[in-house]
């Protein structure tokens, strides 16, 4: 059976067989039966990892360990709040670190620093839910993680076209939308900005067959 582990991208964590390109962590999230608690972290720095680094191995969700989490890819780790890890994809970070600084104006000194401001833009203190803002889907980079209704499907933004998730790859291309609409924005604002100064995520290969 699926554990409940695999993250969409407006933050919820279920249970899909689906493992992605990327897995995170937010701290111990799950007890000894590796059944998830209230908490949805222990820590702000949430990172996106590699899958396999220097042959470290374990069981997933082993108790008193850090909760494994997965992601189809970049982009869902974007949108759920995750950045680049340090030390696995330490080139990653030195790319999106420096996006970060164009983009925003910011100069956080550490990665501790770079996770405060990212932690206030992705969570609605005391309400333990996601946080979103609205923009002009032209005025959108490609990698960012939109809603066009407030119950539609998470749509990923690339070349222009917008395509729905699912936890085992995207969809086809929807129609080409209003450029001048205002739509629901679930990836962090300070990470917009870092893709629109030019950093750009691994995304997963169904793009290719979905007409990405």
Not at 119 to 136: G, I, L, S, Y
Request: hydrophobic letters at 40%; glycine letters at 8%; charged letters at 25%.
């Amino acid at each position: 059976m699926p554990l409940q582990n695999r993250v969409t991208p407006d933050g919820v964590l279920i249970a899909d067989p689906a493992r992605g390109l990327l897995m995170g962590n937010r701290g111990i999230l799950h007890d000894d039966t590796r059944r998830l608690g209230a908490a949805l972290w222990r820590h702000t720095n949430w990172v996106a990892c590699r899958l396999a680094f220097k042959d470290r191995r374990r069981p997933v969700m082993a108790p008193g360990r850090y909760t494994e989490l997965f992601f189809l890819d970049e982009a869902v780790a974007f949108a759920a709040g995750h950045r680049p890890c340090a030390e696995c994809r330490r080139d990653d970070y030195r790319r999106f670190t420096a996006a970060f600084r164009e983009g925003t104006g910011l100069r956080p000194d550490n990665a501790a620093a770079l996770d405060r401001v990212l932690h206030a833009a992705r969570v609605v203190p005391r309400r333990r839910m996601q946080r979103t803002h609205e923009a002009r889907l032209a005025d959108l980079p490609d990698g960012v993680f939109l809603r066009r209704a407030p119950e539609g499907p998470p749509l990923l933004l690339t070349a222009g076209r917008l395509h729905p998730y699912a936890p085992a790859g995207y969809g086809a291309a929807l129609p080409a939308p209003r450029e001048d609409g205002l739509v629901t924005v679930l990836t962090p604002a300070p990470v917009v900005a870092a893709l629109a100064a030019g950093y750009r995520p691994l995304l997963h290969p169904s793009l290719g067959a979905a007409g990405g």
